[in-house]
């Protein structure tokens, strides 16, 4: 089929990069998509999984009676798919190779806000519109969803009614609605030609980058120009997977092939159950984790139908499959012939393949056939569907089977778009996250490191995994400058704060402080540092942060004091590095300074208050304590709940009683209401989540005081979810 269709070249191209990325330990992922079902793929290495062992389809990839274009997108590690998108530029030419552009287009809310900005209504009142439309579940919808809000949302069309600015601006809107708005480059699409590029099409720079070339058409003109377009995605899931590869290979000397482990890993199995899944790809959510608890996987087949089942539509059938898994329901198929097919799945028909190899084993397709079936199901033609619904059922009973059970299982097809899943994408993300529960449970320090440097950027995921590796009896331990490397490094069983994660400390600083410590061992004292390391960028803003951090804690300096003496500290470099320039012409070179040369006036050490605002400014998290620890007795007799509670979909609105949270201020921002009053919006952190707490003028004049940043507050109110937002309004506060 592959040689009809003339897709050789095309197999053998995907190949070469996916086995150069290998070979240079990138991890690529199992497979992505349809592309999974061909055991081509899986023997030229372009895949990891079996398609005769997970009963994947061919068909499904590559139809014999439909030629197109087949797909085969393939997952790399996020931080080195540029190094393969630059192998393809060495291997065809720069000429040739080009990323694709994409059209971005204003949707419903963009338009409104686009439209009153060039009117000059104020942000505020757009804004107000804009929230009131709701979500777009179809994405697909690039017009038309305005008018149909403004039908059905009552909110929206008194506004639209009653109030002229309005009217003006979503009349606006609506013509705006699906035009193009601007030009970015596609996050994977990637054309390879066999001339120069502009023999087919014209090229662009991408917009903001003058080294980047991007095609002037999009990727379905790209297509039908004849042109091969591959997809080069980035997961960030296979970097962490590739990181911890490398700190296992680092610390215990042992090269894990992550496409070789064990399927049958025993801890992989306890971690699953106990739905202890933090950082376990697909499988994180707590709605995930609630139906982990409850399906207590045992092999790789559960964890393919949690994925393939866990989204609107085929989720109300999750808690059939758990209850026929468990035996408390009878497994029952709607003839026999269909039992070899959805006797996996105790009876339920989860997979598009089952659909295929339904219609192949009662009505006598063949699978070429059941493909067009399923494209037709998930177009909706009706012209198309009905020819279809003849086919199957016509061929049913020619296969002996009574219509009425052809007919029955028709009802089951027609809907089947909203249910059916890819089972080979299913299979692949599915090897993907076990992949990474195998790993975070073998290896969970090195999990968990590789976890950190991925997500430093984001405060809030690292604060929650913080607490999240504490339960596994991992510490987080404050950065050194003798013992911290760059990024988090695995200490012992526990992981040591990389330089770099310490705000206005740069690359270069840190680059000069490991070198140094390379050549010549560790920092002796504070003097040996200053002496060692004469970099320019150890200036005052860099060096107050090392002190205020406690990273030069272990040179004896307390943080307090340093901060208090930095004008000493500077001084004092200043006047070492202009004797080193001296020294370089003197006949024997520079002697080591004293430790005594340096003198620092005493000052009271920092008060813990002090020091966990100075870790929260400059390492974003809290490490040497929490402000809420000496407060959980108090916490608990108020009967606090976590922030996480209240913003989670099973939070029940209706809950009895007035929601209550305890928390730090990070963020106060006060505002004048059109009557000239005060208002406030504050931002309050707990152990792990953070939410937005509004503060109405009469309650603001009562407690100003309070509303300060860094503060421990506790705070009763109501729930507001206005435009889809979970808002806490205040009702009462108290400072703990």
Not at 147 to 168: C, F, H, M, T, W
Not at 239 to 248: A, H, K, Q, S, Y
Not at 270 to 285: C, H, K, N, Y
Not at 597 to 604: I, M, Q, R, V
Request: glycine share 6%.
């Amino acid at each position: 089929v592959i040689e009809k269709t003339g897709f050789a070249d095309y197999f053998l191209i995907v190949q070469d990069f996916v086995n150069w990325a290998k070979d240079r330990g990138i991890v690529v992922g199992p497979g992505r998509g349809s592309s999974a079902g061909s055991i081509i793929s899986y023997i030229l290495n372009i895949t990891d999984i079996d398609p005769l062992k997970y009963n994947l389809l061919f068909e499904r990839f590559l139809n014999p009676d439909r030629v197109q274009m087949p797909d085969i997108d393939i997952d790399f590690a996020d931080t080195r798919r540029d190094e393969v998108f630059g192998y393809l530029e060495e291997k065809y030419g720069k000429d040739r190779v080009a990323h694709i552009i994409t059209f971005g287009t204003m949707a419903a809310r963009a338009a409104i806000r686009d439209a009153g900005r060039a009117m000059g209504l104020s942000y505020g009142f757009c804004d107000q519109i804009a929230k009131l439309i709701p979500f777009n579940p179809t994405q697909g919808m690039k017009e038309g969803w305005l008018g149909q809000s403004i039908e059905e949302v009552a909110e929206l069309r008194d506004l639209y009614r009653n109030n002229p600015d309005a009217k003006k601006v979503l009349d606006a809107a609506k013509n705006l609605e699906g035009v193009v708005r601007h030009a970015s480059v596609h996050a994977c699409g990637t054309v390879i030609a066999p001339q120069p590029l502009t023999d087919y099409m014209p090229i662009q720079y991408a917009p903001k980058d003058d080294n980047t070339i991007i095609t002037q058409f999009e990727m379905h003109s790209v297509e039908d120009l004849g042109l091969l377009k591959m997809d080069l995605l980035g997961l960030k899931n296979l970097t962490i997977i590739e990181n911890t590869l490398r700190l296992i290979e680092e610390m215990y000397d042992k090269k894990i092939n992550i496409s070789k482990i064990p399927l049958d890993d025993k801890k992989t199995f306890e971690l699953l159950q106990a739905a202890d899944t933090t950082g376990v790809f697909q499988l994180e959510s707590s709605g995930m984790r609630r139906y982990l608890k409850e399906i207590k996987p045992t092999e790789l087949e559960d964890i393919i139908a949690m994925i393939s089942l866990y989204r609107p539509g085929p989720m109300e059938l999750i808690p059939q499959y758990i209850k026929r898994k468990f035996g408390k329901e009878r497994v029952s198929y709607l003839h026999p012939l269909l039992e070899p097919v959805l006797k996996n799945t105790y009876g339920i028909m989860i997979y598009q393949e089952q659909l295929m190899a339904g219609a192949r084993a009662l009505a006598g397709l063949t699978l070429a056939e059941a493909d067009i079936l399923r494209k037709a199901v998930g177009k909706k033609d009706k012209k198309l569907l009905q020819e279809q619904k003849d086919k199957v059922i016509n061929g049913a009973v020619k296969n002996g089977v009574k219509k009425e059970i052809a007919e029955h299982f028709w009802t089951l097809i027609e809907p089947f778009d909203r249910y059916g899943f890819n089972r080979s994408h299913g299979a692949c993300y599915a090897m993907i996250g076990y992949q990474t529960a195998y790993l975070r449970a073998n290896y969970p320090v090195e999990f968990y490191t590789s976890l950190f440097n991925a997500d430093s950027g984001d405060v809030e995921r690292a604060s929650f995994l913080i607490t999240e590796a504490k339960k596994a009896g991992i510490a987080i331990l404050p950065p050194d400058i003798n013992k911290s490397s760059s990024s988090f490094t695995p200490e012992g069983n526990n992981i040591r704060f990389g330089l770099l994660a310490i705000k206005n400390v740069g690359q270069n600083i840190v680059e000069a402080i490991i070198a140094e410590r390379q050549k010549s061992g560790p920092f002796k004292n504070l003097v040996d540092l200053l002496q060692r390391v004469g970099h320019k960028d150890l200036n005052k803003k860099s060096l107050e942060s090392l002190l205020k951090s406690g990273t030069l804690e272990s040179l004896g300096i307390e943080r307090n004091n340093g901060v208090l003496n930095i004008e000493n500290i500077i001084n004092f470099a200043s006047t070492l590095r202009k004797s080193k320039q001296l020294n370089q012409t003197s006949l024997f070179g520079q002697s080591a300074v004293s430790a005594n040369a340096l003198k620092l006036n005493p000052f009271p050490p920092a008060s813990s208050q002090e020091k966990l605002v100075w870790e929260k400014e400059l390492l974003g998290l809290y490490i040497s304590d929490h402000p809420l620890n000496p407060h959980k007795e108090t916490m608990e007799k108020f009967g606090v709940q976590p922030i996480k509670f209240l913003l989670s979909p099973e939070y029940d609105s209706d809950y009895s009683g007035n929601p209550k949270i305890a928390g730090v201020i990070s963020q106060v921002k006060k505002i004048n209401t059109k009557l000239g009053q005060t208002m406030a919006f504050a931002k309050i952190q707990d152990f792990n989540d953070s939410m937005e707490v509004i503060v109405f003028a009469d309650t603001l004049s009562k407690t100003l005081p309070i509303w300060e940043e860094n503060k421990v507050v506790f705070v009763s109110g109501k729930m507001s979810w206005r435009g889809g937002e979970p808002k806490l309004i205040c009702d009462s506060v108290t400072e703990l």
